[in-house]
């Protein structure tokens, strides 16, 4: 176990790295999918808000909105490392909301519909909320200071 460490401790700042590109392709994939209604998440604004109205959220259109521009900019401000920690709120935030109004209720099962990578994406934009951008290929670094 020693050994490991040793050899891999050097490599820690690129932890950060590999989240943010994680959690921001996810993100970045999902919400051009509503604003553009293309790709493997293509669903569209009007279509989600149907969705949205169906749960019962209130200015469903207005939401949809809020939601896809959060998912589509803070996505990609995750792969390119600007106002990291503020786009990590907002995913955060949109995670909580999906995981309670949506997931919660079908289990943990993502076959199910259920919140285990609701969870994944939302602990990923927690973990980035305390970290920042991290070190490494991060454009606004100097921002964040």
């Given at each position: ?14 932890s ?9 392709v ?50 990609a ?26 997931h ?42």
């Amino acid at each position: 176990m020693k050994m490991l460490d040793t050899k891999l401790k050097e490599y820690a700042s690129w932890s950060t790295l590999f989240l943010r590109l994680g959690v921001g392709v996810v993100f970045l994939v999902h919400g051009v999918g509503k604003l553009l209604n293309v790709g493997p998440a293509a669903l569209g604004v009007s279509n989600f808000a149907g969705y949205l109205s169906s749960l019962g959220v209130p200015a469903a259109m207005f939401f949809a909105w809020v939601v896809t521009l959060v998912e589509t900019l803070g996505g990609a401000a995750l792969l390119l490392g600007v106002v990291t920690r503020y786009a990590a709120l907002l995913l955060a935030v949109d995670m909580l909301v999906a995981l309670l109004l949506v997931h919660l209720q079908k289990g943990f099962s993502v076959a199910q519909g259920g919140y285990e990578f609701v969870l994944l994406l939302l602990l990923g934009g927690v973990s980035l909320l305390l970290s920042g951008a991290g070190k490494k290929w991060a454009l606004g670094k100097k921002w964040e200071k």
